[in-house]
């Protein structure tokens, strides 16, 4: 029983944790850039929302709950899309907290 | 002075590789629809889907309207645009496009229809401040030959982010082949954009309009 107990708070916490998926994206210079990621990631049906940032060369998506999308079909996606991804990395901020940070960075 | 040397110098004094315009492929899965009006002396409309970030495919209108005699060209086509190369960097993007195709011309002076072939290439280079772009434009029926060559050189006094509206002031130098204008006509353009919109507008040495809308989606 307490196994169990332990592997639901795991996993539930696993799911909470796992949302936010950050890519460092080179060749990014431009919205047109921009806005053919976002249409190409928003197209996961994994993915339920999507940030950019120009000056930061970040591409940041949300998952659905429960959900992830693999690193190499991240890479894929944004190497379809004609740009290199130069790392990926699952953080804890959720996109709100990236884009307040990035909306105070602009202050 | 030729164009293509122009754009060599200028190129070195940016320090930059390469020379940058809007693309003729935007993004994958992505369509462009873009018109230019050019001082009186060409005008042109083009649709393009692209089914890869490398490939473009679709078609144009492009007339083509003499300044020294009455001469008229009125190009439909299709073209394919390719991507030859691309530089990903880390705060700049470099590019090589080539692109060809085939239509029908209306040529004035027989007042006929010919079979008309296009190719074209064009290199660029921007960063989030400098801009640069050299495009070569063949338009060839039996009864003409026209080139087009543009060079643009642009600096934004801020840098823009995705969702913020980007501002670019924009030098164009522009030359004809085949008697379409004589010399090289210079304009200074005012370019703003913001998501898949664009639109930028100025005036040419002779103080005539010239201007260009593109949207992407």
């Known amino acids: 029983m307490k196994k169990i107990l332990f592997c639901t708070i795991a996993l539930l916490t696993g799911i909470a944790n796992a949302g936010t998926i950050e890519m460092k994206v080179y060749g990014l210079v431009c919205g047109f850039c921009a806005q053919g990621i976002e249409k190409t990631l928003r197209k996961n049906p994994a993915t339920s929302d999507v940030v950019v940032s120009l000056e930061h060369k970040l591409v940041a998506i949300s998952t659905r709950e429960g959900q992830d999308i693999p690193d190499a079909e991240l890479t894929r996606a944004l190497t379809d899309s004609g740009y290199d991804v130069k790392g990926i990395a699952r953080t804890q901020r959720s996109l709100d907290e990236i884009r307040a940070e990035l909306k105070q960075e602009k202050k | 002075m030729n164009l293509f040397r122009i754009a060599l110098t ?24 873009m018109a230019e009006y050019g001082a009186g002396t060409m005008t042109e409309a083009q649709v393009f889907y692209a089914p890869k970030y490398f490939l473009s495919l679709g078609g144009g209108y492009l007339e083509l309207e003499s300044d020294l005699d009455h001469r008229r060209r009125e190009i439909t086509y299709a073209r394919a645009n390719y991507l030859l190369k691309r530089w990903n960097m880390e ?127």
């Open chain 2, 91 to 217: 705060d700049a993007q470099a590019n090589v496009f080539v692109w060809g195709g085939a239509g029908q011309a209306y040529v004035s002076e027989l007042n006929e229809h010919e079979f008309a072939a296009n190719a074209g290439a064009q290199i660029d280079y921007e960063t989030r401040r400098v801009y640069a772009s050299l495009k070569t434009d063949l338009q060839r029926a039996d009864a003409f030959s026209h080139r087009t060559d543009t060079l643009q050189l642009g600096i934004a006094p801020y840098k823009h982010d995705f969702d913020s509206l980007a501002t670019w002031f924009v030098l164009q130098g522009r030359q004809y082949t085949g008697g379409i204008h004589d010399g090289t006509e210079w304009a200074l353009l005012l370019r703003l954009f913001k998501r898949g919109a664009w639109i930028e507008a100025g005036v040419t040495d002779e103080g005539k309009l010239q201007a260009m809308a593109m949207v992407n989606f």
């Open chain 2, 10 to 33: 200028a190129g070195v004094l940016a320090g930059a590789s390469t020379l940058a315009q809007a693309k003729p492929i935007a993004f994958s899965h992505g369509t462009t629809v």
